[in-house]
């Protein structure tokens, strides 16, 4: 992982910025590459060093299903919980711990072609929220979030084979 | 219902007159022959009639000349007509499989004709089957074949195919010799290899009967692939194995030594990839054949058939195996062939292939039917019938759940108990094992009419029982299902975050296990492959964002159509007014849907409206559309569908549909286009913010020198003025130069045309569309099709829409073409029209400066 690390990190500075990233051209392809980005960099950091990137990295790990023991589920990052918690960064970026309309737009636009017109985000998006919101406060909680979820399978969905 | 009975009652007819002309045929084969022993000199008469003519006959009953053609299209238009009726009524091929049915009513016909003649003059000969029903259905499923799903479980396929078949076989005819030793079966005269021929014969998963079951029960597509690629491959196996045991049968028990055992094992390897070579060589000559076979479109589909069916009977030549020969032959060429041939084409062979392949299924299926019913192959032993029964089926589910708990080791994501379970029980034998059954020697094999008898039984086991059980199985095992249950919009659009996010996430760590090794071949392809295969023209539309956007388009404007026509022709023929209506409507109709969207909303969406009519065809049909449909059903529906069209593909899924009913189009390759330039826009954006005041004029220079070489090499000594503030814009984006230089050069070019929008926008604020033709090189402005330009009543001056400019040509293949003016042979109507509209060449561009930084 250090190795990988010693790649990224291109002008040898121990951690990582933002250039280094964008380097790698497969993130200007991925629509959230930049929201990706920014979930590496903690509270406004500017760089990441070695230890966050790996704490960052380590959501990814297939969780372990042998183990059935709930409490220490909670505390390894990979876990189902942790898993959805970074996703839900992912979205809010404001890190308010809801997801607002705007919010989900944003995404939404990166998300979605050029075809879809500021109308139909707006209905995608308010769509979006009424079918997850629970409490009409017209925002998404995380715990909401993770009970729209609960059907999908995150752990398939999140995980990367080589962090075993 | 009652045109039904009418049809079964033609049936019925039919096969009585087929069964009585056989019958006829026969004697008038007996009494013309006599006659001929008779009179030789009348030979030739004596086809005609049952002996010398007397008089000129005016009509003669000619059917010696033309039996065998009649009763094969008879037989053709009887198996397709029991097709008929059984899809008729619906509700029954929810429960019960149509190969379920198909196999019944050919035993119904099977009891008419044995009714009728007392001996069974038709059934399933295996050279019928081998050499004319099963190549088109296997050229079918690997020209349809969903290439990246397959080789991404290749592994899991390919274990399961070779170590899965061999395992079948010889644990069943192991076992049956076993029970054969310990008496369970009673007298019978087959030997341990006889038993293991046997064995081999059975242990064939069937891809017709997979592909006939699974169809219609749409599990989960890791599942499907697995199974079905196992049924595709494992004839390597089979044939291997089957060819094997039959030569050790002849040759005797005593003369099988290590050296022909190992024989045996060097001869699968030779079969299985001499005929995957086989395959590959045809499908890169169908891929070339089909680079240059521009002028003759119309016949070009047919290239694919012949070939294909060629690469079938080379390999069945060179006694290899030819199932996989075809397969391998539609998996290879079906890129290059969709590339290279004109969409008409393609559309032709998609559709042949489907006709042809169904076609067979069913003659196979009804022929599977009636061949049962016939006296002289039934011989029952009790034991021998339900033992082999039963151990196919143990023997089946041991090996998937072994096999498959050894692969769980290696995969990301292990196959569920419960996936096992389906692919176990998704085992399914049927036409492949029966033809071979009945290629048995009988001279060397005395039991011949058991095996076959048994080969039956299994069959219509496995399909027919298993077939109506798959379905409810899979409910009941609550097996992960393909076609997606009603998500909700918030699962969807994080599902499709995940996708991204894994992606980006290995692009960060740079080790991607498959992945790895997908980019090694993607890059060997490119750089090999393509440039040989692939149509020059067609390779350059390789990213082509306007051709995704022109079928986009014709999708638009058929259903536009269709709409128009539904609602009265009137309306769509008042043309000017139709559109006005049409805006008036869908903004009233709007308001009516979704009360909640703020009114000015739609104005803004009016102001679009006059300044690109052009939204029409493709923005506001769908809008359209989904307002007829709120009105018709709930909102979700529209929102739901309208993320499903719209979301971005990640590069790790493609949208293709495997069932015989069902074909979509694939559009990732413009998402990818619009996500880099969008990404591409937003770090404009962000060091746009940064650098706005620094324009050094050497930085300047530097950027559009090394844009003269870009454009200089693409454009071939076309040269073009640029305007003085597009420089300004150059300083902006030099900052980002170091990454550019780690894209390909396609980035350069998009941030060429990209940038007019997004500075005009904040430095000069100009809206004006009739102003953007100077800034823009005019050739390409070529790209835009005619009904964006018509927008405009000056034609003289084509002002692009916003749609137009975000979808400008930005990669580098697209750039060349535009020094080009190729004919294209795809969308021919808009280039022709645009070729007209051939704006004057444009000025030449300043001599670049000698300060250059490269």
Do not use: C
């Given at each position: 992982m250090f190795i990988l690390f010693e790649s990224l990190?291109?002008?040898?500075?121990g951690c990582l910025s933002p250039d280094d990233f964008e380097a790698l051209g497969g993130l200007a392809m991925n629509p959230i590459g930049g929201r990706i980005m920014e979930a590496f960099?903690?509270?406004?950091?500017?760089t990441v060093d070695f230890s966050s990137f790996v704490r960052i990295l380590a959501?990814?790990?297939?969780?372990?299903?042998?183990?059935?023991?709930e409490g220490a589920q909670q505390e390894l990052p990979s876990s189902r919980t942790r898993k959805l918690k970074f996703a839900f960064q992912l979205y809010d970026?404001?890190?308010?711990g809801k997801i607002s309309r705007e919010e989900l737009l944003q995404v939404l636009r990166a998300m979605l072609?050029?075809?879809?017109t500021e109308e139909q985000l707006q209905s995608i998006a308010e769509r979006a929220i009424q079918e997850a919101d629970?409490?009409?406060?017209?925002a998404i909680s995380f715990d909401e979030f993770k009970k729209s979820l609960?059907?999908?399978?995150i752990d398939t969905k999140m995980s990367v084979s080589f962090l075993k | 219902m009652a045109t039904l009975w009418r049809f079964t009652l033609f049936l019925c007819m039919l096969l009585m007159a087929c069964g009585g002309l056989s019958l006829a045929s026969k004697e008038a084969k007996t009494r013309s022959s006599q006659t001929e022993t008779g009179t030789h000199n009348t030979t030739e008469e004596g086809g005609h009639g049952?002996?010398?003519?007397t008089t000129l006959p005016i009509?003669?009953?000619?059917w010696d000349h033309i039996s065998v053609q009649y009763l094969v299209a008879l037989w053709v238009l009887v198996c397709w007509l029991c097709k008929l009726l059984i899809e008729a009524n619906h509700n029954v091929t929810n429960y019960i499989p149509e190969s379920a049915l198909l196999i019944c009513s050919g035993f119904i016909l099977g009891g008419m004709i044995w009714g009728a003649d007392?001996?069974?003059?038709?059934s399933l000969n295996p050279t019928v089957f081998f050499y004319f029903l099963l190549p088109q259905i296997i050229l079918d499923s690997g020209y349809h074949m969903p290439n990246k799903l397959f080789f991404t479980n290749l592994g899991a396929i390919l274990i399961h195919a070779v170590i899965g078949t061999c395992w079948n076989a010889a644990s069943l005819g192991l076992s049956l010799w076993g029970c054969h030793m310990g008496g369970a079966m009673g007298d019978l005269d087959i030997g341990l290899l006889q038993y293991l021929l046997f064995g081999s014969l059975m242990a064939a998963v069937d891809p017709v009967a997979v592909l006939a079951v699974f169809d219609q029960v749409h599990v989960n597509e890791v599942l499907f692939i697995i199974v079905f690629g196992e049924s595709l491959l494992n004839d390597g196996v089979t044939v291997v194995l089957f060819n094997v045991f039959d030569a050790f049968v002849s040759l005797g028990?005593?003369?099988?030594?290590a050296a022909e055992i190992i024989k045996g094992i060097v001869s699968f390897f030779v079969v299985a990839f001499g005929g995957s070579l086989v395959g590959i060589a045809f499908g890169i000559l169908i891929s070339l054949l089909t680079r240059c076979t521009k002028n003759i479109?119309?016949?070009?589909?047919?290239f694919i058939f012949v070939m294909g069916y060629l690469s079938y009977l080379t390999a069945e030549m060179l006694s290899l195996s030819a199932i996989l020969s075809t397969t391998f032959c539609g998996v290879l060429c079906q890129k290059y062939v969709r590339a290279n041939m004109d969409e008409s084409s393609v559309q032709t062979v998609k559709y042949a292939m489907k006709v042809f392949a169904n076609g067979s299924e069913t003659i196979i299926f009804v022929f599977l039917g009636i061949s049962a019913?016939?006296?002289?192959i039934w011989v029952w032993n009790t034991g021998f019938i339900l033992l082999t029964v039963f151990f196919v089926f143990v023997y089946r589910f041991i090996g998937v759940f072994f096999l498959q708990w050894i692969l769980n080791r290696y995969r990301l994501v292990p196959v569920e108990l419960m996936d096992m379970v389906i692919m176990s029980y998704g085992g399914l034998r049927g036409a492949v094992a029966y033809g071979l059954a009945v290629l048995l020697d009988e001279k060397k094999i005395k039991e011949k009419n058991l095996m076959i008898c048994t080969t039956l039984i299994v069959v219509y086991f496995t399909v027919i029982l298993q077939g109506i059980t798959m379905k409810p199985l899979v409910m009941w095992l609550k097996v992960k299902r393909a076609?997606?249950?009603?998500?909700s919009l918030l699962e969807k659009i994080t599902n499709k975050m995940f996708n991204h996010t894994l992606v980006a996430i290995e692009d960060i760590s740079g080790?991607?296990?498959d992945n790895y090794f997908r980019s090694k071949w993607r890059h060997f392809e490119e750089k090999w492959m393509t440039p040989f295969l692939m149509k020059p023209s067609a390779r350059k539309k390789q990213d082509d964002v306007f051709d995704v956007f022109h079928q986009l388009n014709l999708k638009d404007a058929m259903e536009y159509v269709t709409e128009g026509e539904r609602r009265g022709s009137l309306e769509f023929v008042r043309n000017d007014s139709a559109i006005l209506d049409f805006k008036k409507k869908l903004e009233s109709e709007y308001t009516e849907a979704m009360?909640?969207?703020?009114?000015y909303m739609i104005h803004d969406d009016g102001a679009m409206f006059t300044m690109g009519r052009d939204h029409i065809p493709s923005v506001s049909l769908e809008m359209h559309e989904q307002t007829m449909k709120a009105m018709r059903e709930p909102e979700a529906v529209d929102v739901h569908h309208l993320l499903d069209q719209h979301l971005y593909k990640s590069r790790k899924q493609y949208r293709h549909g495997?069932?015989?009913s069902d074909f979509k189009i694939n559009r990732d390759e413009k998402e990818v286009q619009e996500i880099f330039q969008r990404t591409m826009r937003n770090r404009l954006e962000s060091f746009k913010s940064a650098k706005m005041g620094v324009s050094p004029p050497k930085t300047l220079v530097k950027y559009s020198k090394k844009e003269q070489q870009e454009k200089v090499k693409t454009k071939r000594?076309?040269?073009?003025?640029?305007?003085?503030?597009t420089e300004l814009i150059m300083s902006l984006v030099k900052s980002s130069e170091d990454e550019i230089r780690s894209f390909p050069k396609a980035s350069f070019l998009v941030f060429f045309p990209f940038d007019f929008s997004v500075v005009l926008k904040i430095?000069?604020?100009?809206?004006?569309p009739a102003f953007m033709p100077d800034l823009?090189?005019?050739?390409?402005?070529?790209?835009?099709?005619p009904w964006l330009a018509e927008g405009?009543?000056?034609?003289?001056?084509v002002a692009p829409s916003l749609r137009a400019q975000a979808n400008l040509p930005n990669s580098p293949m697209e750039m060349h073409r535009l020094g080009l003016l190729p004919a294209s042979t795809r969308s021919t109507d808009t280039k022709q029209m645009n070729n007209d509209q051939l704006p004057p060449p444009p000025t030449p561009p300043p001599p670049p400066p000698p300060s250059g930084h490269m």
């Open positions: 990190d291109r002008d040898n500075r960099f903690s509270s406004g950091q500017d959501h990814f790990r297939p969780t372990d299903r042998n183990r059935n023991k970026m404001d890190r308010d072609g050029l075809q879809v629970l409490d009409k406060d017209d609960e059907k999908t399978d | 049952a002996g010398p003519i009509v003669t009953w000619k007392k001996v069974q003059t038709f028990g005593g003369r099988i030594n479109q119309i016949i070009e589909p047919g019913i016939d006296k002289v076609a997606v249950a009603e998500v080790q991607i296990g009360p909640d969207i703020p009114p495997f069932s015989r000594g076309n040269k073009h003025t640029l305007p003085p503030f430095l000069s604020g100009i809206e004006n823009y090189p005019t050739d390409l402005l070529q790209e835009i099709p405009e009543p000056d034609s003289s001056m």
